[in-house]
């Protein structure tokens, strides 16, 4: 008898079994956001690491030409994207296109909406990864900073209705182009490491840009579009701008129904979104940011300082 008793003790019984479930189901709820946290760290690693490799091809495109590249091109030529493609390891990829060429047809067009056109590189792995393509061509999440959009298409600071025609951003449009038909010839660049005097460490280059969740893939006029190339339409009232030079006018994850169609910074990292800067460096900024403090951090020669945090 006492042996049976002995034996019958080793199972489990009803109550024990439920208990051990219960305690597993806690310890995989507290180890879930653990894990969850871990890996939006590493996307954010990677997405900074992005930037980190832009800020380097910038420097070697400088290094070799002496300027910095345009912003743009011209209407419908293309951005600096490819520009700065052989210094990204990418000249395969730049050697299908004609830099002199419009992007908005032709073989140039043909290319840009292939899968061979996605750059991995240029992709926040918190937002998307793989091919990505936009009714325009390539997606990207990263675009340059500028002041503020203006109507004659240049990225100008405007406040109390001043509107003086400089140019303060880091990357401007090209100046000198002379366009014929489908091509331009003799662009060069207005800027330089030089022309930028609030220093490097205190000027933003580039920025991920705010794509809203049910709007990945879509139009530029819906806040994504391809970083290929420019264009500009009725530049009176409105300019769809690719991915080349979005303007800093609200805070890093503003959402676009709250304010129409306007271009704006943000991320899907939680609470922060990340900017290079000229020297090359990689801040993050909270999406409480005051908007003057980006209006600051983003032009090149204003000698004013500012607060991130």
């Known amino acids: 008898m006492q042996r049976r ?6 199972a489990f019984t009803l109550v024990e079994l439920l208990v051990v479930i219960a305690i597993i189901g806690v310890l995989i709820a507290l ?6 946290q871990a890996r939006e760290a590493a996307r954010r690693m990677q997405c900074s690491n992005n930037l980190k ?3 380097l091809a910038f420097h070697n495109f400088h290094d070799t030409y002496g300027t910095l590249p345009p912003a743009v091109i011209g209407n419908e030529f293309g951005t600096f994207f490819p520009l700065l493609f052989p210094q990204m390891e990418l000249q395969n990829v730049q050697d299908q296109l004609d830099m002199t060429a419009k992007f908005t047809s032709g073989d140039n067009n043909t290319f840009i909406k292939s899968p ?46 001043a509107s003086p025609n400089v140019h303060y951003g880091a990357l401007i449009h090209s ?19 030089a022309s930028i005097t609030d220093g490097l460490s205190n000027t933003s280059l580039l920025g991920e840009k705010h794509v809203a969740q049910d709007n990945l893939n879509k139009e530029a006029s819906d806040g994504d579009g391809t970083f290929y190339f420019w264009y500009t339409s009725n530049w009176r ?15 890093p994850n503003y959402h676009r129904e709250n304010s129409g169609f306007q271009k704006r910074f943000g991320s899907y990292h939680p609470g922060i979104a990340q900017f290079l800067f000229c020297d090359g460096s ?18 090149r020669r204003d000698g004013r300082t500012y607060r991130l945090d």
Request: hydrophobic share 35%.
């Open 175 to 193: 100046t000198g182009g002379t366009v014929s038909g489908n091509q331009i010839t003799g662009w060069r660049s207005q800027t330089k490491f």
């Open 53 to 55: 490799q832009l800020g």
């Open 282 to 299: 990689v801040h993050n900024v909270a999406t409480i940011v005051d908007p003057v403090n980006l209006y600051l951090m983003a032009d």
């Open 116 to 161: 061979a056109a996605s750059i991995p590189a240029l992709l926040c792995p918190s937002r998307r990864s793989g091919v990505q393509q936009t009714p325009q061509g390539a997606a990207a999440d990263y675009a340059t900073t500028g002041n503020r959009e203006s109507s004659d298409d240049c990225d100008r600071f405007e406040q109390g209705g």
């Open 5 to 10: 008793l002995r034996e019958s003790r080793l």
């Open 237 to 251: 009232t409105w300019t769809i701008v690719r991915n080349s030079k979005w303007t800093i006018i609200r805070e």
């Open 31 to 36: 180890l879930l956001p653990a894990v969850q």
